[in-house]
Every structure is written in structure tokens, then in C-alpha cells.
């Protein structure tokens, strides 16, 4: 069982609206019975903090936008000079990938089946051209890269969680539990979240009630306080992503690891990248996670993502360290 804090550890008051405290504790971060990147399973102690109990909005990003002219990766022209053999048309307009249904079975070891670069995507243009996030302004921002998430985070005095973090906070003290909620994906036949119901990619049923995003606090919150913690959009976090976690050897079973942080930058780039670009851990699952295909729709699951690239169902949310 995770060790909990006494529950006059938390500071009386959040450090601003909208933040839940996590308390410190122990839990068993990782996990040695799904994805190989998840091993190993291993003790870890983080001291408690305040998270947002959502992620970023489309409205709280604009007000964002508003206040400080800030403007998105995903808005910019790309720097030929960073990506050798690129397709020449990227380099020409900005833009960001975004999820597109095949209309019927196709091959799901190639993502390009259903992942398009599309011109003018952007956080205020989900779907690119045509598209807009009117009428969606509570649901979580999408298409921003690592640097559009500090650069939000810097503006409201906060930081982008660690992995450690992360996951203790999604796990909302169930430590070892499957999900978030508990060990069954849909107990008593309730959807908690919003990830993909049918044959993924070409057929979204919708038992969640969602084709996409969700609007922020849709499904019930976990013991912690925090919505859509699993499903619904990834969401970045600061550390450098390796492919297993980093441990000390009796770490698995005895010796908690406080407040680790993660990979090494030089190690995290993709075999094979040519344009060496770097990547972070990003978590929690998104509403395109299927059990036929991407069961990470849990608080272990973790996947690289390059910094500069921003997508459909990939979001954020911040944290405040106590002092």
C-alpha cells in the first residue's frame, strides 16, 4: 500500500484556483505486466504538490495567447535546417498532425494509416482548415509542442509535472492498481473515461459518448481530485524519455527512489532519427487508445514524443512544488 501523509501536510490554501493537492507518499511507479517501456516496476517517493485538476483548456490557453502574443510551434514556419529529407511542402506552410479515420480495416503497424500532417492544424484549428474551437473551449488545448507547454506554464508561475509526479498523481493513492479507478476497465459497465470503444482505427462506437476530445471534467475525478487523468489527451511531462525505466538495482523491491527525474537527454532520441530530435515521456492515453491496439489507458503507460511535435490528442497540465 502507498505510505499517505498526514493530511495537515497540505498547505491550507492552493497557490491558485483550480489545483488540488497531491499529497507525498510511496507507490509502485511502472509496471512489469503490459508494454516493455513500463519495466521495471520499482518503489519511488515523491514529496506532495498542488496539479491542476485538469488539463490546460482551449480558453485558459487563449487568455494565455491574449496576454502575451505567445505563438504556437505549430503556427510557426519550420527551420529546413532542422529536418534533412523532409517533405518539401512541410517546410512550406505550418501546420501539425492530426488524427483522420480510414474508412475501413487497415495495416496497424503503420501509423501513417491514420496520422496526417495537416496544413494550418494548430491549437485554435484542431482539424486544421475550416475547423475551430469554437464551441469546445472547455476541452483540453491540443497541438502543443514541449516548448508551447513550458512556455504556458512560465507565464502562470507553474511547472510541467515529472513522470514520478505524474503518475503518482493519476494513480489517486490505488497503488498497483490497472487504472485509475480500480483493476476493471469498465466496472459495472461505466465508461470512466474517454478512450476508443471498437476495431481501432476505422470504428469509434462511442460508448463513451466521445469522437474526440472531451470537455474537461466529463468523467468523474479520482481520490486526489483530478479529471481525465487517463484518456482524453496525453499529456507531457519534463522527463527525457528512455525505453525501460532507470533504477537502482534493489530499488524493485525495498529502497524508494525520491523524486526521480527521469532519463538522459542524448539517450532519448529515436534509432535511425535524422533530424535528432529529442523526446519526452508524455502519459496517460488519449481518447484514441483501443484495446485492440493501445491499451494505455493507465497510470504506468508512458510513450516518447518528439518536442517539437505537437498532435491532435495531446495536451497538458501544470504543477505547483511546495516550497
Not at 37 to 66: I, L, Q, S, Y
Not at 91 to 117: E, K
Not at 155 to 176: F, H, M, Q, V, Y
Request: aromatic fraction near 12%; hydrophobic fraction near 40%; include cysteine.
Amino acid at each position: 500500500m502507498a505510505v499517505k501523509e498526514h493530511p495537515l501536510d497540505a498547505p491550507t490554501a492552493p497557490p491558485s484556483a483550480g489545483m488540488a493537492w497531491i499529497p507525498g507518499g510511496v507507490f509502485t511507479m511502472g509496471s512489469d505486466d503490459h508494454y516493455p517501456e513500463e519495466r521495471p516496476a520499482h518503489r519511488v517517493r515523491v514529496d506532495g504538490f498542488w496539479m491542476d485538476v485538469t488539463a490546460v483548456t482551449n480558453a485558459e490557453f487563449a487568455r494565455f495567447v491574449a496576454a502575451t502574443g505567445y505563438v504556437t510551434l505549430a503556427e510557426r514556419l519550420p527551420n529546413a535546417a532542422d529536418y534533412p529529407g523532409a517533405i518539401p511542402e512541410m517546410l512550406l506552410t505550418p501546420g501539425s498532425v492530426v488524427f483522420q479515420r480510414p474508412r475501413g480495416p487497415v495495416d496497424v503497424s503503420n501509423h501513417y494509416n491514420w496520422w496526417t500532417w495537416v496544413k494550418r492544424a494548430s491549437w485554435r484549428r484542431p482539424e486544421g482548415k475550416g475547423s475551430s474551437i469554437k464551441g469546445r473551449m472547455d476541452h483540453p488545448v491540443v497541438h502543443v509542442a514541449y516548448e508551447d507547454a513550458v512556455a504556458y506554464a512560465d507565464w502562470a508561475n507553474k511547472s510541467l509535472p515529472t513522470e514520478a509526479e505524474w503518475e503518482r498523481a493519476a494513480r489517486g493513492d490505488l497503488d498497483g492498481a490497472e487504472f485509475a479507478w480500480g483493476d476493471e476497465l469498465t466496472p459495472g459497465g461505466a465508461y470512466l473515461a474517454n478512450f476508443w470503444q471498437g476495431e481501432f482505427p476505422f470504428e469509434n462506437l462511442r460508448l463513451d459518448r466521445f469522437e474526440r476530445t472531451a470537455p474537461v471534467r466529463s468523467f468523474p475525478a479520482n481520490a486526489f481530485g483530478l479529471y481525465e487523468m487517463i484518456g482524453n489527451v496525453w499529456e507531457w511531462t519534463t522527463d527525457w524519455y528512455e525505453g525501460r525505466h532507470l533504477v537502482l538495482a534493489d530499488a524493485r523491491d525495498c529502497c524508494a527512489i525520491r523524486n526521480p527525474r527521469g532519463g538522459d537527454r542524448d539517450k532519448s532520441f529515436h534509432p535511425g532519427d535524422a533530424g535528432r530530435i529529442p523526446r519526452k515521456v508524455m502519459k496517460g492515453g488519449s481518447f484514441l487508445c483501443a484495446p485492440n491496439y493501445c491499451r494505455r489507458y493507465r497510470p504506468a503507460a508512458r510513450m516518447a514524443q518528439p518536442i517539437d511535435t505537437s498532435t491532435c490528442h495531446l495536451g497538458f497540465r501544470c504543477v505547483t512544488r511546495a516550497a
